[in-house]
């Protein structure tokens, strides 16, 4: 229980796509709401979008909003994390995560984590 594996990730140019993908164990994805936080160097970890249990409900950083879409596929036991008109900001380690509640938005509040995959964003 507990496992988190990102994927997904890599160099994009601005303005470009990228889906990250994490799969998790099953009691972990049947059990918990589903996230993604980021982390850019030398910054906190800081959410990005998080999807409620049941998958009927999203919520989006603001950086995010409109230019994001989390979803989950139940029978996979996979989220993911679909980014549109990537900028160099975005620049990031993403990180999966699962907990209790798609509300909280402090990475302390999550109880599982991925090891993260790395998304680079050029100008």
């Known amino acids: 229980q507990g496992e988190l594996v990102e994927s997904g990730g890599g160099l994009v140019q601005a303005g470009g796509s990228l889906r990250l993908s994490c799969a998790a164990s099953g009691r972990t994805f049947s059990s918990n709401a589903m996230g993604w936080f980021r982390q850019a160097p030398g910054k906190d970890r800081e959410f990005v979008a998080t999807?409620?249990?049941?998958?009927?409900?999203?919520s989006y950083s603001d950086s995010c909003k409109g230019r994001c879409t989390i979803s989950r596929d139940n029978a996979k036991n996979t989220v993911y994390l679909q980014m549109n008109s990537l900028k160099p900001e975005d620049t990031a380690i993403y990180y999966c995560t699962a907990g209790r509640s798609a509300f909280f938005r402090r990475p302390s509040e999550y109880d599982y984590w991925g090891q993260g995959t790395q998304v680079t964003v050029t100008s």
């Open positions: 999807i409620t249990l049941s998958g009927r409900s999203t």
